[in-house]
């Protein structure tokens, strides 16, 4: 393995990756409902200091400004021919960060969902969905990213048809869904079908794992579920700042610095290789993980009740794996099939 990626896993027991890109953004002005990958070319400067934010935080990895980059999504804005303008710039902007950091900092090419539902219940059919991801994928691998790392995904048909582009592409990737729905992802994919999942893949990723979701106690709940799968594949962990919460009209994310701390080196303990924030992680909570992961040593794996006791209680009573656990939307799916 020659990429930056496994490099660093090589010789690191756990490596930092970014925060939030939205809650960032939302702060330096980006409006509700506006595409932020138009930034890479209209606010490089911005763009520029998200990346050097996490940087400078301490991060080892950060993401590109592209999560929204497929045609699907970017044809909500009038911008579905701008792919490989605005995903190779987003690349690009973040190779010039990495470079001048002084240190190995591996940049990671955001792939999000379509945004749309997948055949057969939805409408996208496979081979569609392969050519707009691999689209996308040629775009961050010109622009010059480490690897390709697509995120909140909650369909497997979804995450095939990103696997399959990224072989194409001819790149190394990671990949994460989003468990937000009772400790599944929103179309049922549970912690254990996951870590399946991808060994069945012909190009598995590097490492694969979670983001996003509810709070940080269920994502390592979550993370957990894929370690009792015995999985050797290094795991992700991307939670957000504590629990999205509607406060005035906007979504508030209640988790302080210090929490960030403490679920960075739980997330170590519980298996997590590369941890980072999602929603509602800024610098200051980077810089809290960065010192919490410096200045202890992987420990035991810890209990639901240290978990809960640590970063307070799961918002579901089940990891959703189990068969009291089925949520109503995985009874509809299959009776529709
Ligand atoms: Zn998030």
Same mark, same amino acid.
């Given at each position: 393995?020659?990429?930056?990626?496994?490099?660093?896993?090589?010789?690191?027991?756990?490596?930092?990756?970014?925060?939030?890109?939205?809650?960032n953004l939302f702060n330096m002005g980006l409006q509700s409902g506006d595409a932020p990958e138009l930034w890479n070319v209209d606010a490089p400067e911005k763009i520029k200091a998200l990346y050097q934010g996490s940087v400078d935080a301490g991060s080892d990895l950060f993401l590109t400004n592209t999560f929204g980059g497929t045609s699907a999504r970017l044809k909500l804005?009038?911008?579905?021919?701008?792919?490989g303008e605005l995903n190779r710039i987003g690349a690009e902007l973040g190779r010039e960060v990495a470079d001048k950091a002084g240190r190995p900092v591996v940049v990671a090419g955001s792939v999000g969902p379509t945004g749309e539902i997948m055949e057969p219940v939805g409408s996208l059919s496979h081979s569609e969905?392969?050519?707009?991801?691999?689209?996308?994928?040629?775009?961050?691998?010109e622009g010059g990213v480490d690897v390709l790392w697509v995120e909140t995904i909650?369909?497997?048909?979804?995450?095939?048809?990103?696997?399959?582009?990224?072989?194409?592409?001819? =790149?190394?990737?990671?990949?994460? =869904?989003?468990?937000?729905?009772?400790?599944?992802? =929103? =179309?049922?994919?549970?912690?254990?079908?996951?870590?399946?999942?991808?060994?069945?893949?012909?190009?598995?990723?590097?490492?694969?794992?979670?983001?996003?979701?509810?709070?940080a106690s269920d994502i390592l709940r979550t993370v957990l579920g894929f370690g009792a799968q015995g999985t050797e594949r290094?795991?992700?962990?991307?939670?957000?700042?504590?629990?999205?919460?509607?406060?005035?009209?906007?979504?508030?994310?209640?988790g302080t610095p210090e929490l960030m701390g403490q679920y960075a080196a739980m997330a170590r303990d519980a298996g997590a290789t590369i941890i980072g924030g999602c929603c509602g992680t800024m610098p200051d909570h980077l810089r809290k993980m960065?010192?919490?992961?410096?200045?202890?040593?992987?420990?035991?794996?810890?209990?639901?009740?240290q978990i809960t006791d640590?970063?307070?209680?799961?918002?579901?009573?089940?990891?959703?794996t189990g068969d009291d656990a089925a949520p109503e939307r995985?009874?509809?799916?299959?009776?529709r099939a």
């Open positions: 393995m020659t990429n930056a990626l496994s490099k660093l896993l090589d010789t690191n027991d756990a490596i930092l990756a970014d925060g939030a890109t939205g809650t804005h009038d911008a579905q021919n701008r792919v969905a392969v050519e707009m991801f691999h689209e996308q994928a040629a775009a961050l691998k909650s369909a497997p048909e979804e995450f095939r048809a990103a696997a399959e582009a990224f072989a194409l592409a001819d =790149m190394p990737w990671c990949g994460t =869904m989003s468990f937000d729905t009772a400790g599944r992802t =929103m =179309m049922g994919v549970t912690s254990a079908d996951l870590a399946q999942l991808v060994e069945t893949l012909p190009n598995p990723p590097i490492a694969f794992g979670a983001n996003c979701g509810t709070g290094p795991l992700i962990s991307k939670g957000n700042a504590g629990i999205p919460k509607y406060v005035d009209g906007h979504i508030h994310y209640d960065r010192e919490a992961l410096d200045t202890t040593s992987r420990g035991e794996r810890p209990t639901l009740e640590a970063l307070g209680p799961f918002t579901s009573a089940s990891d959703g995985r009874a509809r799916r299959r009776r």
